[in-house]
C-alpha cells in the first residue's frame, strides 16, 4: 500500500466516522445514508463517492473496480428502511420483504476451510467481489442482527425530523435519541418552548 493511498484510505475512513456512520452494521449505514437533519435538510449520502469509498473500507468489503450500481443501493436501502420500521412497528416481516432480503443475499460463493492459530474457521469467497458481493453483505449484516437478537435493540431516533437508527447499548434501553446533543436539545428546547407558550 503506497503512502498516498494510505493517507487517503485514513482520511476517508476518518470522515465517514465523524459523519456518525460505521458503529454497528453496515445495513444500518446504508439506510442512514438517506439522512435527515432534523431541520428540513436531507442528503442522500449514496450520491457522494467518498462516502461510498467510506462504506467500502469501514467494513473492510472488496474494493469494486466498477461504478456503483445506485438505482440498486436504492432499492436496497428502501427495503431495508421498510423491514426495520415493520419491525419496530410489528416485529415481523411480510413475504414479499423477505423476498427481497433473500433475492440480495443471493450471489454466488465458495466456502473455503482455514486453519488459524486458534482454530478453524470457514471463508466465504465471493465467485465475483463486485457490488453484487456488496449489497449481499449488507442484506446479510441485516439477518445477523436479525438471528442474534441484537435487532431487539434496533432504534429509530425520537425526533420525528430525523429518524435516524441506531443500537440502544444502554442497560435498561431507555436511549430516545440517535444524539443527545443535537437531536436531544433541540427537541428539549422545543418542549420547554410549548411549555412557555401554554
Not at 440502544?168 to 428546547?189: A, I, L, P, S
Request: hydrophobic share 40%.
Amino acid at each position: 500500500m503506497s503512502q498516498a493511498y494510505f493517507n487517503h484510505y485514513m482520511h476517508t475512513a476518518s470522515q465517514f466516522a465523524k459523519l456518525g456512520f460505521g458503529k454497528h452494521a453496515p445495513w444500518i449505514d446504508v439506510v442512514n445514508s438517506l439522512e435527515h437533519d432534523g431541520l428540513g435538510r436531507t442528503t442522500d449520502h449514496l450520491g457522494n463517492s467518498l462516502w461510498l469509498d467510506g462504506l467500502v473500507q469501514r467494513w473492510q468489503f472488496p474494493a469494486p473496480c466498477e461504478p456503483a450500481p445506485l438505482a440498486s443501493l436504492r432499492q436496497l436501502r428502501e427495503t431495508l428502511h421498510r423491514s426495520a420500521e415493520d419491525l419496530a412497528a410489528r416485529g415481523t416481516l411480510d413475504k414479499e420483504t423477505l423476498r427481497e432480503i433473500n433475492a440480495a443475499m443471493s450471489v454466488p460463493i465458495r466456502r473455503v476451510l482455514r486453519q488459524h492459530q486458534n482454530g478453524f474457521a470457514v471463508q466465504e469467497i465471493p465467485a465475483r467481489a463486485d457490488w453484487g458481493w456488496i449489497e449481499a453483505q449488507i442484506a446479510a449484516s441485516f439477518v445477523h442482527m436479525l438471528v442474534d437478537g441484537t435487532m431487539s435493540r434496533m432504534k429509530f431516533c425520537g425526533d420525528e425530523r430525523c429518524r435516524w437508527i441506531f443500537v440502544d447499548e444502554t442497560k435498561g434501553r431507555t436511549r430516545r435519541w440517535c444524539n443527545e446533543r443535537t437531536c436531544g436539545n433541540r427537541n428539549r428546547v422545543r418542549r420547554a418552548r410549548a411549555r412557555a407558550a401554554s
